[in-house]
């Protein structure tokens, strides 16, 4: 039983995890994290598709942390099927999810748009290119996006 | 089309990885938002854009385009070339502008196939 039990914890037990610091409002290194994620994965040998897949998700998401959140943090984890991501940020939260999910729906700011994002498209693209994704928000309290993918 | 003879088209000048011009350009997008070329490009090699920051390096570091062409006389900054040059990324402008870039490109061959 013991053995089984142990067996258990080895399979689900992470290859890699990483956490990174979001810093707030530092346009130019939004990204950075995503970024590493993304050589760690090739250094891997993982699909391209599937490293292209993670690089959106997660660039999405943390430039959203940078933008809404006053920065925040990931958390990855790297096991043999798939690649577990938490971005969260102890921002404002998102008042109404549902009307945040809808394309072209954006609270960002006009220096953020001028920048080139802030169209709108980021939950809905983190959503399209994740097998899972999980979004909780509490006013006042932050954001969490939940981003699986499996490697296979 | 190999990159030298997309630049020879637009008449642009390189700026980082110059040892790169023999790149295969089969595709190509232009956008100004890069909130765009995140949701909807797809197996796009070239971007063409007027947006200068750092996040355009970024953004074709995730989306693995390998070349960046600035229009409209746009130049990219030191700190950007020095970011693509980290990621192997081509970057290049043109005096052109946006609609020329595209058209020429478009007429020599060169598909979107964001959609």
């Known amino acids: ?152 | 089309m190999v990159l030298c003879d997309v630049l020879k088209l637009i008449d642009g000048k390189l700026h980082t990885c110059e040892e790169e011009v023999d790149i295969y350009i089969k595709s190509a997008c232009g956008a100004d938002l890069m909130s765009d070329v995140m949701a909807f490009s797809k197996e796009n090699a070239l971007l063409l854009t007027g947006l200068v920051n750092p996040q355009v390096i970024r953004t074709a570091e995730m989306m693995d385009i390998k070349v960046v062409i600035f229009v409209r006389g746009k130049k990219p900054t030191d700190a950007m070339c020095e970011l693509a040059e980290e990621k192997g990324i081509v970057l290049a402008s043109s005096d052109l502008s946006m609609f020329t870039c595209c058209g020429l490109l478009y007429e020599a061959g060169i598909v979107g196939t964001g959609n």
């Open chain 1, 1 to 152: 039983m013991k053995q089984a039990l142990w067996g258990q914890v080895i399979k689900v037990k992470s290859i890699l995890k990483r956490e990174y610091e979001i810093p707030a409002n530092d346009f130019a290194l939004a990204g950075e994290a995503s970024s590493n994620v993304r050589k760690i994965l090739t250094q891997l040998g993982v699909n391209p598709v599937i490293i292209k897949r993670t690089s959106i998700a997660m660039y999405e998401a943390e430039l959203n942390a940078v933008i809404h959140g006053n920065g925040g943090k990931a958390l990855v984890e790297i096991f043999e099927d798939k690649i577990q991501i938490l971005i969260y940020d102890e921002g404002p939260g998102i008042e109404d999810i549902e009307l945040a999910m809808v394309e072209g729906y954006s609270t960002a700011p006009d220096s953020i748009r001028e920048m080139g994002f802030g169209a709108g498209m980021g939950l809905s693209n983190i959503k399209k290119n994740a097998d899972e994704f999980l979004l909780e928000s509490e006013i006042n309290k932050g954001t969490k996006v939940y981003i699986t993918i499996a490697l296979f």
